[in-house]
């Protein structure tokens, strides 16, 4: 069956950084789409950031240019390099991807990011 399993949360100041990891299994990561998205209390899920299989990536305008995803096919895992984090980036992070016939997303457990002081 298809997991993702997100870590590298945690606190970390503002204009601080953190790199969170997903790693996949249950698909054929390299043909794969992945994606980041956050959850902050009292606000609905939102996409952060996106990798096509191509290596093609768009972001959430509140976060470019601070935050880059990346991905290692030979390790089926997806990175998410967030840069002068703010305390707006606090929320829960889910990695996701859109898998199977008929498609369907799958989502990983969530990894909590709080940046404060």
């Known amino acids: 069956q298809v997991q993702l399993v997100e870590s590298g949360g945690g606190l970390v100041q503002p204009g601080g950084s953190l790199r969170l990891t997903c790693a996949a299994s249950?698909?054929?990561?390299?043909?794969?789409?992945m994606a980041w998205y956050r959850q902050a209390p009292g606000k609905q899920r939102e996409l952060v950031a996106a990798i096509t299989s191509g290596g093609s990536t768009n972001y959430a305008d509140s976060v470019k240019g601070r935050f880059t995803i990346s991905r290692d096919n030979a390790k089926n895992t997806v990175y998410l390099q967030m840069n002068s984090l703010k305390p707006a980036d606090t929320a829960i992070y889910y990695c996701n991807t859109d898998w199977g016939l008929p498609r369907r997303a799958y989502w990983g457990q969530g990894t909590q990011v709080t940046v404060s002081s």
């Open positions: 249950g698909i054929i990561f390299s043909i794969a789409s």
